[in-house]
């Protein structure tokens, strides 16, 4: 009979990096690197991310983070950036929601930076949008001789 449950294989990898311990230590900004917030995912290991500088630059996500530290739209970054290219940057570190809040209450990042999940970035609310069904020659015509009565039903 075997053992259940130990380490090999793997089921035996899944659910480790469910919390990060008790609190993890705050990184700040150093020089040559700069606090970001991903606007869109572009694949391939590259997201477009606005600084808070004002400048939008092409990240790359390092090896190191790539596919053990899950970034989405809208997450806070630390970014590296590049002396010869100043329209890239390497993401150095992802903040968790927390992390973030505390940035923005010590004064580290903008009063204006959106840290809620739920964010559309560049697109604009759906509520805005009216549409009308129908053909177009419809428009001219009274509509009250084509309408449907529930109850003559």
């Known amino acids: 009979m075997g053992?259940?449950?130990?380490?090999?294989?793997?089921k035996g990898r899944r659910g480790k990096n469910e919390s990060d311990g008790p609190k993890r230590e705050l990184y700040y900004k150093e020089d040559g690197q700069e606090y970001a917030q991903i606007t869109k995912m572009l694949g391939n290991g590259r997201v477009e991310a606005s600084c808070f500088d004002g400048v939008k630059r092409m990240a790359h996500i390092r090896g190191k983070l790539r596919k053990k530290v899950w970034m989405g739209q809208g997450d806070i970054i630390l970014v590296s950036l590049?002396?010869?290219?100043d329209d890239q940057c390497d993401v150095v570190h992802k903040y968790n929601l927390d992390e973030a809040r505390t940035l923005k209450n010590q004064?580290?990042?903008?009063e204006n930076a959106?840290?809620?999940e739920g964010e559309n970035f560049g697109f604009e609310d759906d509520e805005d949008v009216n549409f009308e069904f129908g053909n177009a020659d419809d428009d001219e015509e009274d509509d009250?001789?084509?309408e449907l009565d529930i109850d003559d039903i």
């Open 114 to 116: 959106k840290i809620n």
């Open 3 to 10: 053992k259940k449950n130990t380490k090999g294989g793997k």
């Open 107 to 110: 004064g580290e990042l903008p």
């Open 144 to 146: 009250d001789d084509d």
């Open 82 to 85: 590049r002396d010869f290219q």
